[in-house]
């Protein structure tokens, strides 16, 4: 018990003699208190001294499995099939305020085949006279689709005209320059400059030995002499399969170092219409121009130019005494492409111009915070000619789980070209998040 107490006692002596280092160390944290709960000017609590340089990080797991027709088994009859259980995208983002002025957003994406870099980039987002820069890499402000991850879609697939017209999501490098018209009315307009029209995505359909144009599956009225094919009375048909060959001397994509005329640019301009409490509308127009997207192998200084282009409108009706849980929207994208190829023609190479166009909309009906389903199409002109058209139709149901977990379930019917069988598949989606992860202004 005497040792105790003397412990005690040693201890009430060393905490008087700390008592003056205490105070003097609490009125220093005093102000940092303080300006941790004090608002800032636009009345938003700011984060503590030293917490706005730890960055927001977050995790979105997708797993999907299919279930599909594009095969036929040796009767030529529908086998249905499945490509198994896929790890379509893992993705792992951060980023935070560099300082008052600037912000770094970094998003890896793994998969199967491996890991890439899917966007990094610096924002500017207060730079004077209304405007905005964004430099690295990164989706592009183009269209409405285009700028959304594949998770945070409504549905489990991309539209297959991106894949057509942009390769995917047009996700280049380079810059963008952004400005807020200032009048009491949203506007906005964006011009960009990019290496390159490039396209991203890891959205694929199940492949078949009659998905493509061949010697066993050639064009209706169509047949082969070796590797060559003779379409009497249809040379449109010659034409589309001579553009799905493969040519080792096909024109050639970036190059090390380029004039301004090898770069892209871009314009986009955007606006929503308020109706109400209830009900919006979202407009925009986008262009991007590269005049030089391919180089030619054959003749020396030729290049080939590509230009895609379109408009989209998407309607919103949240009525707000519903807690914007129950709501619908629905919306129309259009798409345009011009491209150039170099093709064979009299024993000789020329330039060929295709002019491509196509739709994709959809209609979603969110029943609460739960339930939410939908249906979607689209119609595009496809690359293997002007006069064929691809289609695709489906539904979805998705079921939030939470905030954080959900699950989607999707059919969709994609006749590919005339003459080919076309894909019925079933797609069941889960997608999981952790932390935080946001991709900016989407609705």
């Not at 027709?69 to 198994?84: C, H, I, K, V, Y």
Request: charged share 20%.
């Amino acid at each position: 018990m005497r040792t105790m107490g003397r412990d005690r006692a040693g201890c009430t002596r060393g905490a008087r003699r700390m008592g003056p280092l205490l105070l003097f160390l609490t009125s220093l944290s005093g102000p940092i208190g303080l300006a941790e709960a004090q608002p800032n000017a636009a009345g938003a609590t700011t984060r503590g001294l030293g917490a706005w340089m730890n960055p927001d990080i977050g995790f979105v797991y997708d797993l999907k499995c299919d279930v599909h027709d594009a095969e036929r088994d040796a009767a030529g009859e529908t086998l249905w099939s499945t490509r198994g259980f896929q790890l379509s995208t893992a993705e792992i983002s951060m980023g935070t305020d560099v300082d008052p002025y600037a912000r770094i957003d970094f998003n890896a994406m793994f998969s199967e085949t491996g890991a890439e870099i899917h966007e990094l980039f610096c924002l500017f987002p207060a730079l004077p006279l209304s405007l905005k820069l964004k430099a690295g890499h990164f989706l592009a402000n183009f269209g409405r689709w285009s700028q959304f991850h594949s998770h945070a879609m409504p549905f489990s697939s991309e539209p297959r005209i991106l894949h057509e017209y942009l390769e995917g999501h047009l996700s280049p490098t380079g810059l963008e320059l952004s400005w807020l018209v200032p009048i009491p009315h949203y506007l906005e307009f964006t011009g960009g400059a990019y290496n390159a029209i490039s396209g991203h995505s890891h959205d694929t359909d199940p492949s078949s030995a009659r998905a493509a144009w061949g010697p066993d599956n050639p064009p209706p009225g169509c047949h082969f002499h070796g590797e060559h094919i003779h379409c009497p009375g249809h040379p449109e048909r010659e034409e589309a399969y001579n553009l799905t060959v493969e040519d080792p001397d096909a024109p050639t994509r970036l190059r090390a170092n380029r004039e301004l005329k090898d770069l892209a640019f871009l314009g986009r301009a955007n606006t929503s219409l308020e109706l109400g409490l209830s009900w919006s509308i979202d407009l925009g127009t986008s262009v991007v121009h590269q005049p030089r997207y391919a180089y030619s192998q054959r003749f020396d200084g030729e290049a080939y130019a590509k230009t895609v282009y379109g408009a989209d409108v998407t309607v919103f009706w949240n009525p707000p005494e519903r807690n914007l849980y129950t709501g619908f929207d629905f919306g129309v994208e259009l798409l345009g492409n011009t491209e150039q190829f170099e093709m064979e023609e009299d024993d000789t190479y020329v330039r060929r111009t295709l002019k491509r166009s196509g739709f994709f909309a959809y209609g979603r009906y969110r029943l609460n915070k739960t339930w939410s389903g939908g249906l979607f199409g689209e119609s595009f002109q496809s690359r293997e000619g002007s006069l064929n058209r691809r289609e695709r139709h489906g539904l979805f149901l998705a079921y939030n789980i939470s905030h954080f977990q959900s699950l989607r379930f999707e059919f969709s019917h994609f006749d590919k070209l005339p003459g080919l069988d076309p894909v019925n598949m079933l797609i069941l989606q889960y997608d999981g998040v952790i932390g935080y992860h946001t991709h900016g202004r989407q609705r």
